[in-house]
């Protein structure tokens, strides 16, 4: 899991900076998490997270309670918020926490927003416990197509784990997800159906792939520096 730079994002785009954060895969927290801890998270307007797993969602909602608190605690603390019911917002609305599968709940997040967005696709099965199988292993393509049709069109995209495409990872002889069905071809491909220029780069900022693609607007108006740190 990466975190974007906020600070370069700004200074980049100037006015057309998104101001909206839209996360995939929260799992206990996230870069939403990372963003309170940081200081960044004061960059955004509206921070969307969307998480399959019931009990990483009790985690997560708790720990940005703690946070809305302001006060000191164990920010790996695993206490769950038993209150909380597929959705809740924190900090007056500004960051929430959305239960179910994001190929589905992400077209409830696109009904609330009319702006450009970045959005940091990082939902999937694995190995790590926590992490939970849904009807498909990755909701990539389905995020996609939902962002594609979505009404506004210049959208930052970040897909975390890139490396995974087209693999299957296993643990202990057990396929734990399968990536077989969703290629790196498959993704570049549904992304030129997208109505804007988009430049695509597959990075390595963590060590492992990630594909990035920010309208090529933006890039002619700028520099073509990372965006992430």
Known sequence: MGHINTEYVETLLNEKR?????ETGTFKGGI???MLMDGTFDKWDKVYTIELNNEMCKIASKRYSLFEKGQPFNTDTDEKDESFNQRKEFFGGKLVLIQGDSGEKLKEVLSEVDEPMVFWLDAHAGAKEGYERGEVDCPLLQEL???KNHKIKNHFIAVDDANMLGQIQVKDG??????TSITMNKVTEKMSQFEVDY???ITKPFGQDMLVAIPQEVI??????NWWS
Do not use: H, M, W
Not at 18 to 22: A, L, R
Not at 174 to 179: A, L, M, N, P, S
Not at 220 to 225: E, I, L, Q, V, Y
């Open 174 to 179: 057990e396929t734990v997800c399968d990536y």
């Open 32 to 34: 939403p998490q990372r």
């Open 220 to 225: 002619t108006a700028g520099s073509n520096d």
């Open 18 to 22: 998104p101001k909206v954060f839209v």
């Open 199 to 201: 430049t695509i780069d």
């Open 145 to 147: 197509e939902l962002i």
